[in-house]
């Protein structure tokens, strides 16, 4: 019970060294503001859950992987708006001599208050209005997908639809001219064409006819030409270029189809819409929950700030202001001390000594450690050369030929040089290792 007092006294702002000396009433009032801070924290939470499955979720599948991402990315929100809340709490103070400071610090705390309920508040009004969001959600993609389509059929017109039918109007004016020629050409024939000096018909294949016929053949050769020229250019627009065009759109519009089209984002623009549409309709029900919804969480939000700041001031609020005072006239006292220019040095100073000390303390710690090493392979050695000597000895005094007590006597006397070279080789590594070191 104790640590859950402690925790609401944490989450109003107040310190429980002070708080716990004050009044019953004032205790159980800083605790209901706790309670009044964890309210939207909880609600933040919710929020920032919806939000985040709208996107990590999209498919709608959601798998344990999913649930811990969303769960600690949403808890981790939710613990960013309690830490605001609290510190809007735990840095205001009621007793402030200065109106225009004071008028300040509640209208910030306030303006932040506010915008937290807007942003605790915008993804439940997404949940609440969800089935009237996702109509008009699936509205606006079936449009985006004909955007799509009519950009395909648009790009198609204007790399291959175009210049196929620029070349057929070429075309159909040669065929047309053609036509017109084989006409002249016949009336010419028939005598309905020129006429001899005395007007009368010339019905026969003359000079004229002759002229006419040319130019008819020459622009059947030309659509002949036209057309044979255009054939492997109609054959790679119509094969090759359009069908790489579709396909490329096409598989664009085939990823939208798929794609779930139910992320924050698009579920805004959908709202965004729907709201639009009401308006023209002069239908104001999703404005209203809109603001309903708003309104009630900037309520909520600032509710803790209120009952922060309306009330006047207590008992923890004087014992505040005691201690900001002591502070303050401590920090006073020490001033002039800390801003002089020798203390600085002499700061300084201190500061460099205390790195030589560690260092000199750290090389001492590796001397020591290097000495115990040597001191110990000395003992090591001596005790092995002890053992080896004892044992030569007392094969020394068991002996009786005198030729293998002289050579136990060669072996103990080599022994002990060898043994007092190789410690003499080890003193003096040992010497040189602590002298770098030094």
């Known amino acids: 019970m104790k640590k859950i007092e402690k925790f609401l006294f944490w989450c109003s702002g107040a310190p429980y060294e002070l708080i716990s000396s004050c009044p019953q009433s004032e205790r159980d009032k800083y605790q209901k503001l706790g309670l009044a801070v964890l309210v939207p924290t909880i609600f933040a939470f919710l929020s920032g859950y919806y939000a985040l499955s709208t996107i990590i979720n999209k498919d709608g599948v ?5 649930f811990i991402v969303i769960t600690a990315l949403a808890l ?9 809340d609290i510190y809007i709490l735990a840095t205001y103070r009621k007793i402030n001599r200065v109106k225009w400071n004071a008028a300040v610090q509640i209208s ?26 996702s109509t008009k959600a699936f509205q606006i993609k079936r449009e985006q997908i004909q955007i799509l389509e009519k950009s395909r059929n648009d790009e198609v017109r204007e790399r291959v639809t175009d210049e196929i039918d620029q070349h057929d109007k070429r075309k159909r004016n040669v065929d047309s001219l053609s036509a017109v020629l084989s006409l002249k050409l016949v009336d010419e024939v028939q005598g309905k ?4 000096k005395e007007g009368k018909p010339n019905p026969r294949y003359g000079t004229i006819a002759k002229t006419i016929d040319t130019l008819r053949h020459n622009t059947e050769n030309e659509a002949k030409n036209l057309e044979a020229k255009f054939s492997p250019r109609r054959k790679y627009l119509q094969d090759t270029l359009q069908k790489e065009i579709e396909r490329r759109w096409d598989s664009v519009i085939i990823n939208f189809k798929n794609k779930p089209y139910n992320d924050i984002l698009a579920k805004s623009k959908a709202l965004a819409r729907l709201q639009k549409d009401d308006k023209a309709e002069n239908d104001d029900t999703t404005k209203l929950v809109d603001w309903f919804v708003l309104i009630a969480f900037i309520l909520l939000d600032c509710t803790a700030v209120l009952l922060k700041i309306l009330p006047k001031a207590g008992p923890l609020d004087y014992l505040l202001e005691q201690e900001d005072v002591k502070y303050r006239s401590e920090l006073k006292i ?14 300084s100073q201190y500061l460099t000594m205390k790195i030589v000390l560690e260092n000199e303390v750290k090389l001492s710690k590796e001397i020591l450690i290097k000495t115990q090493e040597h001191v110990e392979y000395i003992m090591n050695e001596r005790q092995k050369f002890q053992e080896t000597i004892s044992d030569l000895l007392n094969e020394y005094r068991k002996e009786t030929d005198y030729t293998q007590r002289q050579e136990l006597d060669r072996i103990i006397k080599s022994l002990t040089n060898t043994f007092l070279s190789s410690v003499e080789q080890a003193n003096q ?10």
């Open 62 to 66: 959601l798998t344990t992987l999913k």
């Open 193 to 196: 064409g020129s006429k001899t």
């Open 334 to 347: 020490h001033a002039g001390v800390y801003d002089e220019v020798g203390y600085q040095t002499s700061y």
């Open 76 to 84: 981790f929100w939710a613990f960013a708006i309690f830490s605001i």
């Open 429 to 438: 590594k040992f010497g040189e290792i602590i002298n770098s070191r030094q």
């Open 108 to 133: 910030i705390r306030i303006i932040l208050s506010i915008f937290l309920g807007i942003v605790i508040s915008y993804p439940l009004v997404l949940k609440i209005l969800e089935d009237p969001i």
